[in-house]
């Protein structure tokens, strides 16, 4: 099991990037894919998790209105549209695949069984 993000880059902030999670190796759509990030000097923290039917979602709130989360199942890819980017965005992502979907667990790192390598996002002022 495998996974590549990839999609990050140095951004103006009022900007978009859209990041994106290839996995391999598994049966993809019965996953719950997540999206964490971590800032410098600081803890990894939580962004957005989507259900393996896509139905479902789930933001931390200072990312909801501006990030969206999507997969497509014929592509094993799951994606993190970010939009009107802000300095205190500026961190390193990483996507995270898990068994199934839990609204009690998507937050937590340790429920995630598979992570991707990170990709870094600038957002400069």
């Known amino acids: 099991v495998q996974l590549q993000a990839s999609g990050g880059g140095l951004v103006q902030a009022g900007g978009s990037l859209r990041l994106s999670c290839a996995t391999s190796?598994?049966?993809?759509?019965?996953?719950?894919m997540g999206w964490f990030r971590q800032a410098p000097g600081n803890e990894r923290k939580f962004v957005a998790a989507?259900?393996?039917?896509?139905?479902?979602?789930n933001y931390v709130d200072s990312v909801k209105g501006r990030f969206i989360i999507s997969r497509d199942a014929a592509k094993n890819t799951a994606y993190l549209q970010m939009n009107s980017l802000k300095p205190a965005d500026t961190a390193v992502y990483y996507c995270?695949?898990?068994?199934?979907?839990?609204?009690?667990?998507?937050?937590?790192?340790?429920?995630?069984?598979?992570w991707g390598q990170g990709t870094l996002v600038t957002v400069s002022s």
């Open positions: 995270a695949s898990k068994a199934d979907y839990s609204e009690s667990e998507v937050a937590l790192m340790a429920a995630y069984e598979f």
């Open positions: 190796g598994r049966t993809y759509s019965a996953y719950a």
């Open positions: 989507i259900s393996g039917s896509g139905k479902r979602t």
